[in-house]
């Protein structure tokens, strides 16, 4: 059982370069996330879809485009990245209805911009 | 607007103590109350999940409790070993919203 998987695990981008986060999730769940982690800034929510063919804005959306491809992928995109977008992002699904599951995370993609 | 808050920042504790890690929150309107651990280099792994009806949950040496009108929950931790060394972050739904609201974790080292 994959659970939540992530591409690439690392990426190192010039400023102005463009690239796309890959994330898939094998557990039938409807809400999928992106979030990123900063040191001293904790886990911030980019954007989220509560469920297939919908996408919301989070705290930090600016500089990001999402797309809700299916049930199982979520993608994430940086059109033209900025040193400000060095970060871990991290992937995430949960089952969101009646009966609330936990939140599942993938092992996050680790990006360098210079 | 909800906040979490987890203190301390940093744990430091010998092998076999038993151990409390806190977390407060602002507004009691919440639909649930997640623990997570944080490994280095590594996602996030759900440990214990508390719905707002609830008052605790349990899952081996890990007791998780939840006090919504104080704004308050703990995570005790049994009988700590090496391999519990991680980052513990608390994360809370409010009620009504899609996202999770998280703290900023308690960095816990168990020194053999």
């Known amino acids: 059982n994959a659970g939540v998987t992530q591409t690439p695990k690392f990426q190192v981008l010039k400023t102005g370069q463009s690239m796309t986060l890959q994330c898939a999730q094998d557990?039938?769940?409807?809400?999928m996330y992106w979030y990123r982690q900063d040191p001293g800034m904790g886990l911030r929510l980019i954007y989220y879809s509560a469920s297939e063919g919908t996408t919301d804005k989070g705290e930090v959306p600016n500089g990001y485009n999402v797309s809700r491809l299916n049930k199982r992928e979520f993608s994430l995109r940086l059109e033209s990245a900025a040193p400000s977008q060095t970060s871990v992002y991290f992937c995430?699904?949960?089952?969101?209805?009646?009966?609330?599951?936990?939140?599942?995370f993938g092992n996050g993609t680790r990006l360098t911009v210079t | 607007k909800q906040e979490v808050t987890q203190i301390p920042a940093a744990l430091s504790v010998p092998e076999g103590e038993n151990l409390v890690l806190n977390c407060s929150f602002t507004?009691?309107?919440?639909?649930?109350l997640q623990w997570f651990r944080q490994d280095p280099g590594k996602g996030l792994t759900s440990l214990l999940l508390i719905q707002s009806s609830q008052r605790e949950q349990t899952s081996g040496r890990l007791n998780a409790s939840l006090d919504k009108s104080s704004g308050r929950s703990t995570l005790y931790i049994a009988a700590s070993q090496p391999g519990d060394s991680a980052t513990y972050l608390c994360a809370v739904r409010p009620s009504g919203a899609q996202k999770l609201v998280f703290g900023q974790g308690t960095r816990l080292t168990i020194n053999p």
């Open positions: 995430a699904s949960s089952f969101q209805g009646a009966g609330n599951s936990p939140l599942h």
């Open positions: 507004d009691s309107a919440i639909y649930n």
């Open positions: 557990m039938n769940h409807n809400s």
